[in-house]
Structures are given as C-alpha cells and as structure tokens.
C-alpha cells in the first residue's frame, strides 16, 4: 500500500528535471545547471524522457522550455533533446515553443566570460534547437511571431545591439538572405526605438536611438534607408513625424541623403511631414540642404512644404518661409 508520502515524494521527483531547470538566473555561466546535469544522469534513459516530456505549471511548460528562459549552456540543450527531442516542437500556453522562449531571453544579447562574439552569444543552441526541430523556426506563436521576430523585437533588442547575420542564418536558415534579414531586423528595431522617443517627454529615447544607430557601423546606410511595409517609410520619415531634435534628423542622414528623396506611400517626402507635424526650423533646414529641390515636390495631396506651412500655420515664421521659398532671379530666396 502506497503511503500519502510516498505519493508526494514519487510527484516531486517527477518534477526534479522541471525544478532544478526553473533555478539557474545567471545564463550560462550558473553552477546550478550542474545539478540539471547530474539529475539527466542519474534517473535513468526513461525516466529522464518521462520528465523531460512533462508539461507543468500555469503556463504549461516542460523542462527545456523552463531551461530555454535561463540561457543555458550548449550542453544542457544538448542532454535535454537527448533525454527526448518531443519538447522541441510542444508549444506553451502562449504557443511558444521552446526557440521562442530561448529567443525572447535575449540569445545573442548577453555577455560571455570567454570572450566570444556578443552577437553571437547563444548560437550553438539556436542551431540544435532548430535541428531537432526544423519547422520550428517558421513556427507563429499567439501573437503572430516567428522566433526571429521574437528575438529581434523593441524590448528584447534595446541595448544588445545590431542583429548578428549568423544568428539571422540559424532562426531562418537561408544564408544568402541573412545579411539582408539583419538590416531588416535592425530597421524595424530602429522603428520601434523612434517610436518609443516620441511618446517620451525628454529626450532620452532619441539618445537610446541613436545610440543603437551608431552601434550599427557599417551597416547604418542600408538601415537607414529600409522602409517600413506598405507606409513606404524610412526612420527618417518617421522620425519626422514625431518633432526630433535636430541632431537625430542630422544623424540619420550622415548615414544616407536618400531618404530625404523618397515618398512614403501617400506621396510624402520626410519634408512634407516635418511641416506638417511642426518640426524644429533647423531640422527643416537640414532636410533642405541635403534635398535642395525638395522645396519644389508637392505631397500625394499637391501641396508643396511651404504651402503646409500656410495651411497649418497661416502665416509661417519669416525664416521658415524663405527656407521653403524658391530663389527669386537674383538668388535670394
């Protein structure tokens, strides 16, 4: 006869390989993942798939989901898809897979004792997650969102700098496309970022912007000139929406002129709506000395810069109005 204790203990040792990978907070460099180690080694092969295929808790979650949160290290991974690889495509109860999981605690983001490249933190274990899975990289969670997206989403990304193409690669796993996905990934990072700063009353989230456009390096011009889906938009049409100080309009277009020549889908150069959404005077003028004949372009609407200016302002500030107006026969505006 099995006592009440008995019962409990016979649960809780159930529960061990899901418990002990709940515990480690300090990525892949934590002690504690030894004990998760030494747990798969000693419960035995069949054991170790039983708990292995568990799912627990609120969120409906097994032990390499619960180990995926925490950044373990390559070897961990490696011991729990052994113990069974069915946890690899069970999703949670946010239809989260454990690719999701291991992507939304920042792979690639982090710091690492041996020095290895911070981009590229975490790779080994996005490559043998999506070996044991394949269709796990194409997987939509709840929200709509593949792994990648997951990863390289605002939050996630705001401080771990620009997407490494090797990390592109492995969640979508077409190499002649990395590079390309990495800009685009960068882009919409930089969009959420200039959101973010235009809902702020200082001016910190421009510097939290800018700071990640300057961490870019080489790759800031092909950032800074991808546009938005069907908007046709670029950050710097963006960003002229949302009244940026002058120095984040000067940075964006030290990394490319060519969007001060683009039009967004309703025909709007990122002068036409720095005039209509009050832009600072130098920011106008420096989309006017980067695009002098932009003065000229009407929007999708027929309305040139200095004519948004008369119809929002009535009558504009001097200054700005000789800005926008075309030089008369004599050269002086």
């Not at 390289?152 to 771990?160: E, L, P």
């Not at 930089?190 to 910190?204: K, M, V, W």
């Not at 002098?292 to 109005?321: M, N």
């Amino acid at each position: 006869r099995v006592t009440f204790k008995e019962e409990a203990k016979e649960e809780e040792d159930d529960d061990e390989l899901y418990r002990l990978c709940s515990l480690p907070e300090d990525g892949e460099d934590d002690v504690r993942w030894e004990a998760v180690d030494e747990c798969l080694g000693r419960v035995g092969p069949t054991a170790a798939k039983d708990q292995a295929e568990k799912s627990r808790g609120p969120f409906s979650r097994t032990a390499l989901h619960q180990a995926c949160l925490r950044l373990p290290p390559l070897l961990i991974v490696e011991d729990l898809l052994e113990a069974s690889p069915v946890p690899a495509c069970m999703a949670d109860s946010s239809g989260r897979l454990p690719l999701h999981l291991l992507c939304l605690a920042g792979v690639g983001g982090g710091g690492s004792r041996d020095g290895r490249r911070r981009g590229d933190l975490g790779l080994s274990s996005i490559v043998a997650l999506g070996r044991a899975y394949p269709e796990a990289r194409r997987t939509r969670d709840d929200a709509g969102m593949i792994p990648a997206e997951v990863r390289y989403s605002g939050q996630v990304m705001r401080d771990a700098g620009p997407p490494s193409p090797r990390i592109v690669e492995a969640l979508l796993g077409e190499e002649e496309e990395a590079e390309a996905s990495a800009d685009n990934f960068s882009a919409q990072l930089l969009r959420t970022l200039c959101l973010e700063a235009g809902d702020d009353s200082d001016q910190s989230g421009w510097k939290a912007a800018m700071d990640f456009l300057d961490r870019l390096g080489a790759g800031r011009k092909g950032v800074a000139e991808a546009t938005f889906g069907n908007s046709r938009r670029t950050a710097l049409h963006l960003a002229c929406c949302l009244d940026p100080p002058s120095g984040v309009a000067k940075s964006l277009l030290e990394c490319s002129k060519a969007p001060a020549d683009a039009v967004d889908e309703l025909g709007f150069l990122p002068l036409h709506l720095a005039c209509l959404h009050g832009a600072d005077e130098d920011v106008l003028r420096l989309l006017v000395e980067a695009r002098p004949s932009s003065i000229y372009r009407t929007d999708g609407r027929g309305y040139t810069p200095l004519q948004i200016e008369f119809e929002k302002e009535k009558v504009p500030p001097p200054s700005v109005a000789r800005l926008l107006s075309p030089p008369s026969d004599d050269g002086e505006p």
